[in-house]
């Protein structure tokens, strides 16, 4: 167990809809990063927040969006949902924002957009 | 920009045989870079990681990779393969110098034959 939750772990949704990821960092950790695992794109990172500020943004679509709110958990909204959006959305969690501190894997919320 | 190139999408090999999974990367700030596992059903976890100092490093479960500057690798090892080491394997590299964002490979899958 990493210490960082992630629900729904399941979220079976149709075209055109709009959901929301949530994210609950490890304790203490301020930084939280979202990334999207798909079999024909693999592991990309979308977004990372460090204590409620966006720090580094990816390939992320218009069309998602994210915050990190006061007490530090994070969410994900993905709109105007699309097949090609489904996928395995991981949340991780740092205890700051720079590249030498450990990032540690929530299990993740498997979206299916049908 | 930086990027990670993972030699084989699937590796096999014989319990107690020799891992080897391979890793180049491409960085134009000095490379900090990461191995994860990602077991069946379950997050990513750090199995060990560069960033300065010693070129050869040691993780948990008996891996050790080699940091290879002049040949830009950093290739995963193990002696001696158990079953339970039976996953999916990615190499990541540090995206910048402010940010924790990480740059994946495609990912290997080892399988581990009795």
């Known amino acids: 167990d990493s210490g960082v939750t992630q629900t729904p772990k399941h979220l079976i949704t149709a075209t055109g809809q709009r959901v929301t990821l949530r994210c609950s960092p490890r304790?203490?950790?301020?930084?939280v990063y979202w990334y999207q695992q798909s079999l024909d794109q693999g592991l990309q990172f979308l977004i990372q927040?460090?204590?409620?500020?966006?720090?580094a943004k990816g390939n992320i679509l218009e069309r998602f969006s994210a915050q990190q709110f006061p007490d530090l958990h994070s969410e994900l909204n993905l709109s105007s949902l699309e097949l090609g959006d489904s996928a395995l959305y991981f949340c991780?969690?740092?205890?700051?924002?720079?590249?030498?501190?450990?990032?540690?894997f929530g299990p993740g919320t498997r979206l299916t957009v049908l | 920009a930086q990027s990670v190139t993972q030699l084989g999408s699937h590796v096999s090999v014989s319990e107690g045989a020799l891992v080897l999974l391979r890793c180049n990367y491409s960085s134009s700030v000095p490379p900090y870079l990461f191995w994860y596992v990602q077991y069946p059903n379950q997050g990513l976890q750090l199995l060990l990681k560069?960033?300065?100092?010693?070129?050869l490093v040691k993780g948990i479960n008996g891996f050790e990779a080699e940091f290879k500057k002049s040949e830009t690798s950093f290739h995963l090892t193990k002696p001696s393969a158990h079953m339970s080491d039976a996953a999916e394997y990615f190499c990541?590299?540090?995206?910048?110098?402010?940010?924790?964002?990480?740059?994946f490979g495609q990912g290997t899958t080892l399988q581990v034959k009795p």
């Open positions: 304790s203490g950790d301020l930084s």
């Open positions: 990541a590299v540090r995206s910048g110098s402010n940010t924790g964002k990480l740059i």
């Open positions: 927040y460090y204590n409620g500020e966006e720090r």
């Open positions: 991780a969690s740092s205890a700051a924002g720079g590249p030498y501190n450990e990032q540690f």
């Open positions: 560069y960033t300065t100092g010693a070129t």
